[in-house]
C-alpha cells in the first residue's frame, strides 16, 4: 500500500509558475515508477508527465512539453512537478499516482495508487 499526499497548488496568472509536490509513504518509493495526471471541469483526466524509478526517464503530454519539468527525490520519498509559463488551460485538479512497477507509463489505468489531488487555477 502506498499513501500519496499532493500539495502545493494554488491560484496563480498566466505566466506564473508553480511546484506541486507529492509526498509517499508506506513502501519503498524507488521501488514505484510515478505519474501526474490531470482532470479539468467538465473533461476526462488526462496524461501530464511520467517518471521511471530512477529519475533517468520521463515522458510528458504535448501540451506541457517545454514547460513543466517532473522530477523525484527518492531518498525523501517525494515526486515534484516544476509547471513553468502556465496558462489558463493548465487549470485542473492535478493527481500523482504510483505504479507498482519501476517502468513508467502514461496510461492511467496503470497506475495503482492515486493522491487525493491538488487543485491549480491560472486566470488570465
Known amino acids: 500500500q502506498v499513501l500519496l499526499v499532493e500539495s502545493g497548488g494554488g491560484l496563480v496568472q498566466a505566466g506564473d509558475s508553480l511546484r506541486l509536490s507529492c509526498a509517499a509513504s508506506?513502501?519503498?518509493?524507488?521501488?514505484?515508477?510515478m505519474g501526474w495526471f490531470r482532470q479539468a471541469p467538465g473533461k476526462e483526466r488526462e496524461f501530464v508527465s511520467a517518471?521511471?524509478?530512477?529519475?533517468?526517464?520521463?515522458s510528458y503530454a504535448d501540451s506541457v512539453k517545454g514547460r513543466f519539468t517532473i522530477s523525484r527525490d527518492n531518498a525523501n520519498s517525494t515526486l515534484y512537478m516544476q509547471m513553468d509559463s502556465l496558462k489558463s488551460e493548465d487549470t485542473a485538479v492535478y493527481y500523482c499516482a504510483a505504479r507498482s512497477t519501476r517502468f513508467k507509463s502514461q496510461n492511467g489505468e496503470a497506475y495503482g495508487y492515486w493522491g487525493q489531488g491538488t487543485q491549480v487555477t491560472v486566470s488570465s
Open positions: 517518471i521511471d524509478w530512477s529519475g533517468g526517464s520521463t
Open positions: 508506506g513502501r519503498t518509493f524507488s521501488n514505484y515508477a
